[in-house]
């Protein structure tokens, strides 16, 4: 089979922190990039599957999400899927609540 050449520029921060969280999960960049790329064909969509624990998990401000409410998320997020919910819109999520407050 017939490789091609990918490359991409990213700053060295992120190329750090990267590295070091493939390097714990046993992984070079390269072999990460190429699992990242089998998956997402795999899923047809970006996978996000590959996590290191709970408890390293922060928000968007950098703030560390305790493991508890990580474990509440993660539950909706199974409960949503096993209901078969867990691809509405927003709309359609509201559309949900509203009819139930009405009683139908």
Known sequence: MASALVQIRVDDKLKSEVSAIYDRLGLDLSTAVRIFFKRT??????????RLDFDSKRDCAGKKIPRDVMLAM?????????????ELTLDEINAEIRAVREGK
């Open 41 to 50: 064909v795999a899923e047809q969509g970006i996978p996000f599957s590959m």
């Open 74 to 86: 993660t539950a909706m997020s199974d409960s949503a899927e096993e209901n078969g919910v867990s």
